[in-house]
DNA sequence: GATTCATATTGGTCAGACCATTGTGGATGG
DNA sequence: CCATCCACAATGGTCTGACCAATATGAATC
């Protein structure tokens, strides 16, 4: 009866976890920092190599380490920073999972592409404007593929959030619009009038890139608002069951 | 010349990785089913055990898989959903890494809080506002300790993003709030005036509360925004450099 | 001095073993 | 017949040790 038993011990990959962790929110691990080699690491921590794979596993899961293999300085497994693979990644399973109802989805891209063309108004250069422009014409094309303007389209609007330089709203709307890429994809392929639906898409986006041209951030966001609900409104009807609409949601919830 | 030879051979695991998540994409995998056991899985998929232990680990990295052993039902390798703890680690390290600056991160808090609060205004219920009068009463007490403080703010406010019904924007408010207690709880320790500041926030509180009560949308969100704002900007001057604020913003990002 | 090649380093993979935990069903005892 | 207990099997967690593949480095060669 002398300890209390720790409750659930640290298991092995957990404790190499810790340690990778602990370094970076001190602040002794920065990007480009180079891990050391795994059996070295594994020896230090009194854990065998499969745990340090394993947490390093983890680790590139969320985008923070990344390995390859060779010796000298380009070899061995670094601190990287590639948030937006990762978030993509995550909202796909868990849209796909319903864990996140479209719907949801939708509301929360409203929110983050409002403040994304906000701030693009704001801090756009011409770099960024030509992006812009470089999208609307490839989706000006015309007879175009279905898949290509689904490109350009999720291309514009990653114009729009890189814009805005706010590099975690911009990976956020990378990630959901990219999580639904395939969906959108689908209804635009089920969907009818396509050749209306388009039209009216490009008059849109046009109206959007003049009001961020203008610096009228109030216009901006309103238009992208109406531009989102619009066309999930054209294209809901078509969209696949299978990617989770609404079953359960609140009464209060729809779009 | 037959085939233009993969330019790079797909890796054990994520062999492994593409077999769990083509399944969940295509709707073959839902919350609560069962992957066959590793042993198994190996075999059927001519991979080693480790290598799928290793796309395991990806995934339950995600919130997507969740391990546990023993035999029958219970044991075994489930398809689980726990978003937010893995979206909040993944917030918290790259914000350490900088690679999300705070400003950033404030901003993405606003936009979520702003539209968290004009829903709940729509669809709390009477265990909503019931969770947010706990988590006041929990802030009112007198001469309360910094860290039980913070603790029940990121109740409140977690608090206000359940009331919302909007599962991904209440795991995103979640995830930036937890990602952020640490640095929060830092900053509150250093800041000076601390029964000002924290009598300031009981009123702020206390005005959100009774809007979204009264479910006015428009004063609920401005009030959170309002709030957000005035406690960052009372909070900064104390903020460790270490937590990476805005070294490199554009000109127009700060809040 | 440039090129080529052996070598060391490092992650990627595999096989096989053992442990710890947990459910199951049969044996045991009332 | 029922409750209790226990051996066993299934499963993830871990470890060891080995080999492969890619890559940089430096020595040997031309």
Redesign the pocket.
Known sequence: MTAPAPLSAP????VVLEWVESRILAGQLHVGDL?P????LARQL??????V??A?RTLAAQGVLR???????????AVTAVPSRALERFLRLHVALANFPVDDVIQARIALERLSARLATANARASDLAAMREALAAMDVAGIDKSAFNDADTAYHVAIAGAAGNRLVADMTVAIRESMRLPLLDAFRNVGEWDDLVDGLRAQHQAIYRAIEERDADRAEDLVEEHIRSAWHRLAPSFDRRWGTSEDSRPGTQI
């Open positions: 298991r092995a990959f957990e891990l080699p795994e059996r070295e009194g854990v065998s190599r499969s745990a794979r394993e390093v390995s390859s293999v060779g010796a000298g300085g380009a070899g061995g497994t």
